[in-house]
Every structure is written in structure tokens, then in C-alpha cells.
């Protein structure tokens, strides 16, 4: 790939770039701005690659240029880099929650080549699952070195309509925290029961990873291993019944309806 510069230093952009090192890269074809000493200083050790305390001087030639700030800050980061950006025209890619392409688009002028992600966590271990959406003037040259780009963190999924990102945030963006929930309440269940925390933890927390990796790697619908599991009148019946009565599936449609919507508000309060 070609030169790529990250505005911003933190998790995410260290996830993706140890992945583009891991997998090819030249260190030297990646800069970084970051506005603190010492997470320059780090980043330098970490990886080898070039960092800067200005965006300005980072983006000076880059073909991507990745906005990894925080939303509130974004506004004010892409004025900086305004002028230079619509002079060089790089592919610009935003994992920023709740920022819609039409207000980077506002905000860069001259309507630059956008692609709008939204990673997850796990992306720091290589295990990610991130949605991408590209504005008209992205290529598809651009849309293949996004994807390049992302693929580094773990799995890819283009979304044809922009409003879907706000469901990709509610089921995978998200989504981690859900899961996480899932094994501290049976983790506190099973000590409940008398189980000790840390076995009750390994054994959910392996059980959870698991379970992911037979739908992952599997060819296998949930519902069909669900059922495989599922013998009748057993254990597993006896705590799905319990899920059922309870509304399990009603839960989590609301729950993913509460985030999806609050994606779209953080998008409008900064309108």
C-alpha cells in the first residue's frame, strides 16, 4: 500500500497499524500525528514509523490519510487539513463514531474521496468486524486500499446505505459490550451457585470465544447449531425456554434499536 498517514495515535490506530506492519508494510510508508510527546515517543519504538506533533506536516504527500480522533475534535481537525487535502486529493478514511460523510464532506470541501467505518475492539487483536460505506467520489482502486486498510483488524462488510451504519454500530460496533455483559451474568449466575469466580470466568469467557468460532469458521446457520445442541427436554431446552419467557429476543432488538439511535443523534448533534 501506498503512503498512509493517521491523525491520531490511540488503540485503534496502533491495532491497524501493527496490522499493516505484520502483513507488509514498510514501516516507513506510515505517518502518525499525535499531539503527545510521549505517545510519539512510543509509537517511534513500537513500530518505526514517522510521527509528527502537527496533522498538517503528516498529510504533506500521503495517498490515505485516516482520521482517528475523537468526534468532538473531528470538526476542527479537518479544517486544519482542509487546504491540504483538496490539493493532493487523498483517500480519506473516517472510523470516527457518528460522523456522516456529508459533514466531512462540509467540513473538508471540494468533496474528497470519504470512507466511512465503524471497527469494533476487537480490532486491537486482530479479530475485528468493521462496516464501510464510500461517498461517490471513492474509486474502486480506493475502495480496494480501504478494505486492504481495514482487513488488517480482522473481517470487512461494505454497506451500500449510509443509515445502515447506525445498525452496524448497534451489531458489531457495539456489539462486544453486549457480549461481554452476556459472560459477567453468568459468571455471577454460576457463583451464585457456588462456582468460584475465576473458574466460572474462564469457563464463559471460553465458552463465549468458542461459540463465536464454530459460527465463524463453521458453514453452519446459528439457528442450526443452536438446534444441535438443543436435545429435547434437556438442559439447554430447560435454560432457552427460560430466555424465551423472559423475551430474550425483544431485549436485544430493543437494545440494538437504543444504539443505532443514539449513533444518529451523536451524528446530528454535530450538524
Not at 491520531?8 to 510527546?37: C, D, F, W
Not at 498529510?59 to 482517528?68: P, Q
Not at 479544517?79 to 467540513?107: F, N, Y
Request: proline letters at 4%; one cysteine or more; charged letters at 20%.
Amino acid at each position: 500500500m501506498h503512503r498512509i498517514t493517521f491523525i491520531g495515535g490511540g488503540n485503534m490506530a496502533r491495532s491497524l497499524v501493527g496490522g499493516l506492519i505484520s502483513k507488509g508494510t514498510e514501516a516507513s510508508a506510515i505517518a502518525i500525528a499525535e499531539p503527545r510527546p510521549e505517545a510519539r515517543q512510543a509509537l517511534e519504538h513500537d513500530f518505526g514509523v514517522t510521527t509528527f506533533a502537527e496533522g498538517m506536516k503528516a498529510v504533506d504527500g500521503a495517498e490515505i490519510v485516516v482520521l482517528a480522533v475523537k468526534p468532538q475534535v473531528l470538526p476542527g481537525v479537518c479544517g486544519d487539513l482542509a487546504e491540504i487535502i483538496a490539493r493532493d486529493k487523498p483517500l480519506v478514511v473516517s472510523i470516527a463514531a457518528g460522523i456522516r460523510t456529508d459533514q466531512l464532506e462540509r467540513w473538508l470541501g471540494d468533496t474528497p474521496a470519504i470512507v466511512r467505518c465503524m471497527p469494533n475492539t476487537p480490532s486491537l487483536i486482530g479479530a475485528g468486524a468493521t462496516g464501510l460505506f464510500a461517498n461517490a467520489q471513492v474509486s474502486d482502486k480506493q475502495k480496494q486500499q480501504a478494505e486492504d486498510l481495514l482487513e488488517t483488524a480482522g473481517l470487512t462488510a461494505w454497506i451500500e446505505d449510509e443509515s445502515q451504519i447506525d445498525t452496524v454500530t448497534g451489531i458489531s460496533g457495539s456489539a462486544p459490550a453486549y457480549y461481554f455483559l452476556m459472560v459477567e451474568a453468568l459468571e455471577d449466575a454460576a457463583v451464585a451457585r457456588g462456582l468460584p469466580r475465576e473458574t466460572a470466568r474462564k469457563l464463559a469467557a471460553q465458552t463465549c470465544m468458542g461459540a463465536g468460532r464454530m459460527m465463524v469458521e463453521g458453514n453452519e446457520s446459528p439457528d442450526a447449531l443452536r438446534k444441535r445442541v438443543t436435545s429435547p427436554n434437556g438442559t439447554t431446552q430447560a435454560a432457552l425456554e427460560s430466555f424465551a419467557a423472559d423475551g430474550l429476543r425483544q431485549i436485544v432488538a430493543r437494545a440494538v434499536d437504543a444504539c443505532a439511535t443514539r449513533g444518529a443523534e451523536l451524528a446530528s448533534d454535530n450538524d
